[in-house]
């Protein structure tokens, strides 16, 4: 299992997005608004750090996304 999460922390958010559907609604939760961005290069284990969220919501995150995948 810490191998599955140590892989997808360093796939792009993005590709994450299209390949897993409830990720982007995972994140609009958080008010993390990654499907308009037109770059998208940002690592999972990246987003997390960007917006700020306390140890709290980052730990609620990272438990919905890896739900999801």
């Not at 140590?6 to 997005?17: A, C, G, M, S, T």
């Not at 308009?36 to 306390?54: A, E, F, M, Q, Y």
Request: net charge negative; charged share 30%.
């Amino acid at each position: 299992m810490e191998e599955k999460i140590e892989k997808y922390l360093n796939v792009n958010i993005k590709d994450l997005i299209n390949e897993f559907d409830g990720i982007q609604q995972a994140l609009d939760k958080f008010e993390i608004g990654c499907a308009p961005c037109s770059l998208g290069t940002c690592k999972l284990k990246d987003v997390v750090g960007i917006h700020n969220l306390n140890a709290e919501n980052e730990k609620e995150l990272i438990s919905q996304i890896f739900k999801i995948i």
